[in-house]
């Protein structure tokens, strides 16, 4: 079975600065991650994925995230924060391959608040 | 490609009513998911759909639950007998055969009162 721990569940910046929301996972086998942003009232939206290669991998609206194997993170990061990047963010993982493949497991959630 | 759409967004029972909800994937999205997502957690698996065959199922979904994909294109979650503890958002999503990445409704809002 696969985990997911957010480690900070409200992350509260001002405009313009960085950010990091941090991810790390719990699985025996190989995996897939993922963010989703959610936006209030609405589904969640795909924002980067890791399927294989490069470890830096970039997602729309700025965001980037770098997979660590060694210690099982997925941190998201932006260089710049704007005020409607304000959103719920989910790390997910699903197994690599097998009969079970897509099926997600999510965080928490992190609560990204950015101030003017 | 108009998204992945839930029915109804909203839904108020009393407890001990049955409801169901309604899912149309993205067209040609062989692959359909249901997940619940309570205040403050991430959403949780329920149960997916390849077509029409449901492959696997959560502990999650009790006998009071299930889940219809009659032909393959949208889906049912009924809910018999509804408990204080169904009060949640209860999402969908398609993919295509596969994709790893899931396309998400906006979910249907369920509080039993």
């Known amino acids: 079975a696969q985990s997911v721990t957010q480690l900070d569940s409200q992350v509260p910046v001002f405009e313009e600065a960085p950010v990091e929301l941090r991810c790390n996972y719990s699985?025996?086998?190989?995996?897939?991650l993922f963010w989703y942003v959610q936006y209030p009232n609405q589904g969640l939206q795909l924002l980067l994925k890791?399927?294989?290669?490069?470890?830096l991998v970039k997602g729309i609206n700025g965001f980037e995230a770098e997979f660590n194997k060694s210690q099982t993170s997925f941190h998201l990061r932006k260089p710049s924060v704007h005020i409607s990047d304000t959103a719920e963010y989910f790390c997910?993982?699903?197994?690599?391959?097998?009969?079970?493949?897509?099926?997600?497991?999510f965080g928490q959630g992190t609560i990204l608040t950015v101030h003017p | 490609d108009t998204g992945v759409s839930q029915n109804p967004r909203h839904k108020i029972t009393k407890r001990g009513q049955n409801v169901t909800f309604r899912c149309d994937p993205i067209?040609?999205?062989?692959?359909l998911y249901w997940y619940r997502q309570t205040l403050g957690q991430g959403p949780e698996f329920l149960t997916y759909?390849?077509?029409?065959?449901?492959?696997?199922k959560s502990r999650l979904l009790s006998d009071r639950f299930s889940a219809e994909r009659p032909k393959g294109s949208f889906s049912t979650l009924e809910i018999q007998r509804t408990e204080q503890g169904d009060s949640a958002m209860y999402l969908c999503?398609?993919?295509?055969?596969?994709?790893?990445?899931?396309?998400f409704g906006p979910g249907t809002r369920l509080t039993v009162t």
């Open positions: 999503a398609s993919s295509p055969q596969g994709v790893y990445e899931q396309y």
């Open positions: 699985s025996s086998v190989s995996v897939y």
């Open positions: 890791y399927l294989s290669g490069s470890t």
């Open positions: 997910a993982v699903s197994k690599a391959g097998g009969t079970s493949y897509g099926k997600l497991t």
């Open positions: 067209s040609e999205h062989n692959r």
């Open positions: 759909f390849q077509n029409e065959a449901q492959l696997e």
